[in-house]
T-cell receptor
Framework: GAVVSQHPSWVICKSGTSVKIECRSL??????MFWYRQFPKQSLMLMATSNEGSKATYEQGVEKDKFLINHASLTLSTLTVTSAHPEDSSFYICSARALGQGGTEAFFGQGTRLTVV | GNSVTQMEGPVTLSEEAFLTINCTYTATGYPSLFWYVQYPGEGLQLLLK?????DKGSNKGFEATYRKETTSFHLEKGSVQVSDSAVYFC???????????FGAGTRLTVKP
């Protein structure tokens, strides 16, 4: 199947700093990528939908100024957690679908464990 | 809107036991249905899928049948192994809705 690469797999940062997480589709083009957050022993919470060349669509309750999403090309989306605080510590996962295939499966990155100290 | 309701866990079974994890859905249009598996510290991997009514998805001994009449997509395996211990997510997507909706996840622990 298609491969989605997420980087870094884990990061520790100081409170108040910003962290960027990259999500790349390695062997297909993705007009849309999705960013999820997962708390321990809980399900995935969709944070936002990242659209290539346009603004991201954020789910209700997600602060767009805190979680900046950029989808600069058909193979790369980035999530930047700005002014991170300990409550932002979580597991972040991205996913992508192949171009024009809304009903088929999504491919997931391996996730990024963010710890804010 | 689209949603998925999944059997709550955790589920603990002995090796070689039969597994069922229930999943029902609500959707407009004609959804595709999926089961994903997440091993500790990893992202999600597609386990199986079904794209239309009465389709059966299968992989690694797991099966699920797309039942439109009961809006269900229950996951089954006849004989689980310790290596099947993971969290299982039921999910759906529709052609006119680009995102994917997930159930709450069911944690399965298989004991030797």
């Amino acid at each position: 199947g298609a491969v989605v690469s997420q980087h870094p797999s884990w990061v520790i940062c100081k409170s108040g700093t910003s962290v960027k997480i990259e999500c790349r589709s390695l062997d297909f083009q993705a007009t849309t990528m999705f960013w999820y957050r997962q708390f321990p022993k809980q399900s995935l919470m969709l944070m936002a939908t990242s659209n290539e060349g346009s603004k991201a669509t954020y789910e209700q309750g997600v602060e767009k100024d805190k979680f900046l999403i950029n989808h600069a090309s058909l193979t790369l989306s980035t999530l930047t957690v700005t002014s991170a605080h300990p409550e932002d510590s979580s597991f972040y996962i991205c996913s992508a679908r192949a171009l024009g295939q809304g009903g088929t499966e999504a491919f997931f990155g391996q996730g990024t464990r963010l710890t804010v100290v | 809107g689209n949603s998925v309701t999944q059997m709550e866990g955790p589920v603990t079974l002995s090796e070689e036991a039969f597994l069922t994890i229930n999943c029902t859905y609500t959707a407009t249009g004609y959804p595709s249905l999926f089961w994903y598996v997440q091993y500790p510290g990893e992202g999600l991997q597609l386990l199986l899928k079904a794209t239309k009514a009465d389709d059966k998805g299968s992989n690694k001994g797991f099966e699920a049948t797309y039942r439109k009449e009961t809006t269900s997509f229950h996951l089954e395996k006849g004989s689980v192994q310790v290596s099947d211990s993971a969290v299982y997510f039921c999910a759906l997507s529709t052609d006119n809705n680009n995102d994917m909706r997930f159930g709450a996840g069911t944690r399965l622990t298989v004991k030797p």
